[in-house]
């Protein structure tokens, strides 16, 4: 199994250190993880800002692959949370600024407003607040481009009231992995819709996952997303069924930014 999205305590919403995490993953037999604390520049949440001390977080990331190399392999990553304005400027910045082998472009926030905040995201506008989400996503990733995979694309599915029918959101989500394809970029299947109860819609829902496959993507990678132990590989055998399940055979892992493709 491959963890490809970890976090530690070099990000705002985790106090497990990553030692621990890295631990963790060898205890359950994980073949390969990817550590990908957050950055979020220019995050509107001064309580939780998501600016990583990088300094330090590349010093303990060459630590642990070094001192782990002969137990598990370890990506060093960073997962870089996208925003129009400035904030592209600087995940172009930080994505040059290290040596790492894997960068996840996620969407924590839209239009200045965090996506776990606001009415519009809760109850009052459901289907609005999808649509805004989607297309806020492609816009963005028109001019970002510094990244090897998208992180939880329909992230915005834990905070609404419901998910609206598909005519609302997947004309544009089609653009979206359009893009992704003809960029080269990866799609993640990301199992914390278990932890967020969020049942059969998993992140992406099979038809979209499919959909990329359609289109031509290839590149996949799998990660629980988990900020403490106990979630690390969770579900990870789940998400490549999901895989086979498009008719793809290969779950994506990456080494200095380059794809490695490993047969499930």
């Given at each position: 199994m491959y963890d490809y999205h970890l976090h530690s305590s070099f990000s705002d919403d985790s106090e497990t250190p990553m030692e621990d995490m890295v631990k963790a993953a060898i205890s359950k037999g994980i073949t390969e993880i990817a550590i990908t604390d957050h950055y979020d520049p220019y995050?509107?949440?001064?309580?939780?800002?998501f600016i990583l001390d990088l300094p330090?977080?590349?010093?303990?990331?060459?630590?642990?692959?070094?001192?782990?190399?002969?137990?598990?392999?370890i990506a060093k990553g960073i997962e870089l949370g996208i925003q129009n304005g400035e904030t592209i400027n600087e995940?172009?910045?930080?994505?040059?600024?290290?040596?790492?082998?894997?960068?996840?472009?996620?969407?924590?926030?839209?239009?200045?407003?965090?996506?776990y905040q606001g009415d519009d995201y809760k109850n009052s506008d459901y289907i609005g607040a999808t649509e805004d989400y989607y297309q806020y996503m492609y816009e963005c990733l028109r001019e970002f481009n510094d990244y090897d995979v998208l992180g939880h694309?329909?992230?915005?599915?834990?905070?609404?009231?419901?998910?609206?029918?598909?005519?609302y959101y997947m004309d544009i989500v089609e653009e979206i992995l359009k893009l992704l394809v003809d960029n080269g970029k990866g799609l993640e299947i990301n199992t914390s819709s278990f932890r967020y109860d969020l049942g059969?819609?998993?992140?992406?829902?099979?038809?979209?996952?499919?959909?990329?496959?359609?289109?031509?993507?290839?590149?996949?990678?799998?990660?629980s997303d988990a900020h403490t132990t106990d979630y690390v590989g969770n579900m990870l055998d789940y998400a490549q069924d999901m895989i086979l399940k498009t008719g793809h055979k290969y779950?994506?892992?990456?080494?200095?930014?380059?794809?490695?493709?490993?047969k499930i």
């Open positions: 995050y509107p949440d001064e309580e939780m800002p330090n977080y590349h010093k303990e990331l060459n630590r642990i692959v070094d001192q782990y190399e002969d137990r598990i392999k995940c172009y910045e930080i994505a040059s600024s290290f040596d790492y082998d894997f960068i996840i472009g996620s969407f924590h926030a839209v239009n200045g407003v965090t996506t694309i329909n992230a915005i599915d834990r905070y609404i009231e419901k998910v609206p029918g598909k005519k059969e819609r998993t992140m992406p829902p099979l038809d979209m996952l499919k959909l990329y496959v359609d289109l031509g993507g290839e590149i996949i990678t799998t990660g779950v994506a892992t990456f080494h200095n930014r380059k794809l490695i493709q490993i």
